[in-house]
């Protein structure tokens, strides 16, 4: 206080002027309130009313094919105000009735307000026809992390949202279930098909997931018996994250994107069901992941089971793709864990993955397949790398490497391969292009690399292997080998 007044002193008669009158506003306005706009509450609220649907206002089931809801009971926050409920458009979870028209017309009157939620509520929802995002507008079920069902003993579904589509049933080049469109999102439910059942061959549908434009996004979604899964071409920038289910022809399929699109903790398994005749479709034909023109496209934390491709790399009318591939997992992949037609010249990345290729008798009887975890074709021109990465199961052989491009395999773990000939087959076998193999691990102690006449250039440089390195040349262009104990 001393300190101040001798501040005080100091000041020239026009300063100490004003200084008072600053006092005495400070005094007159004791109080300062901040009025929050009435639109946007606090982040803390927000979350405060996304507990209050997910936890208090649960479903009441009347049956298992039947739910209760209370209108009141479901309020939605978004950051543009309350969300639209479908309830208060005429939409019914009973099962029964058609929801198409009640859903559409809550979403256009969300982008008609220039975006914003609809918010659709635990039930059983029967869908006749499809339904359109609009730029700007969000589609939300209940679920607040990625739902998961395993039906295959027969069990309803009895708990969330559950969006079940029966148009295009007979195939699969109709209009998609859902479009998303530009800055479009997509939460928080299942897509179940009622129609499609668990036993024998699988019936075509439409995708169930289309991504058309700029930025749309789907997350915390369950495809439960989809026939064709999600499809993002021309979606730039497209997002697609924690994704669950059993798509029984194709899970996502990627084209026609020049900026960057992301994939991310997508998990495809049989939950739908494990009947050999669905199975033999699925394994026989199912691709988990298919990827045509893509520039930078980055994939993360992905695994599918039981195809009979893992992942796809193929040329279409647009051209083919590069990208980064960190943790991708695919088990029981009867044709191949991975197979390349086609790359662009920066390459296909790929690195800590974890693939295993095997025909087995007792989960897919009818399967006919000469499996191998890494298939490259003739068709490819690009390069395609593993770094860390883990080959595993029963298969014939690793890698069958074709094409002109160079395929490159550093730190990885050969595990065992010849298990379904047992015919001397090597873990690697190359018939054209270029092939360097750096500083992996060769655990079975047999013919581990061959390398076929028409081999461009080899590099295989600080290997170790069980036994003596057998390694199989009958090329006469040039080949390093180096350190290989």
Known sequence: LLYLIRCFKRLSNMQRVCVILFAVALCAFPVFSFERHPQRPFRGEQFAHRRAYTVAD????????????????????????????????????????????????????????GGGTVYAPPGLYRFAGSLNIADGVTLQGSFNVIPSHDVRDGAPITDGTVLMPTAGRGSGTGTPFITINSNAFATGFVVFYPEQLPKGLPVPYPYAISMTGNNAAIADVELLNAFNGITAVSAHRHYIAR????????????????????????????????????????????????????????????????????????????????????G?????????????????????????????????????????????????????????????????????????????????FQSCTFVNWDQVHHDGTAAIRSFDGNLIVQGSNFQQDSPAIELGPATKKASIIGNVFKGTPKIISRTTNPVSQLGNV
């Open 58 to 113: 649960r479903v009441n089931l009347r049956s298992s094919q039947e739910f209760k809801h209370e209108k009141e009971d479901y309020t939605v926050s978004s950051r543009n105000g309350p969300a639209l409920n479908v309830l208060d458009f005429g939409a019914k979870g009973d099962n029964k009735t058609d929801n198409t028209a009640a859903f559409q017309t809550a979403l256009n009157k969300a982008q008609s307000t």
């Open 243 to 326: 994704i669950q289910g059993q798509p029984l022809n194709v899970g996502i399929f990627v084209d026609e994107t020049y900026d960057i699109g992301r994939i991310e903790d997508v998990h495809f398994n049989p939950w739908f069901s494990c009947d050999p005749d669905l199975l033999f479709w699925q394994t026989t034909f199912g691709r988990a992941f298919v990827f045509g023109r893509s520039d930078w496209e980055y994939v993360f934390n992905t695994f599918a089971f039981g195809y009979a491709i893992g992942y796809h790399f193929i040329e279409t009318p647009t051209g083919s793709m590069n990208g980064n591939f960190l």
């Open 328 to 408: 991708l997992g695919s088990d029981l992949s009867v044709n191949a864990s991975v197979q390349v037609d086609a790359s662009q010249a920066p390459g296909i990345l790929i690195t800590n993955g974890e693939f295993t290729a095997f025909h087995d008798k007792g989960f897919t009887p009818k399967a006919v397949s000469d499996p191998a975890q890494v298939v490259v074709s003739a068709s490819n021109t690009g390069p395609v790398q593993f770094v860390n990465t883990a080959f595993w199961g029963p298969t014939n052989s690793v890698a069958r490497l074709y094409g002109t491009g160079t395929v490159s």
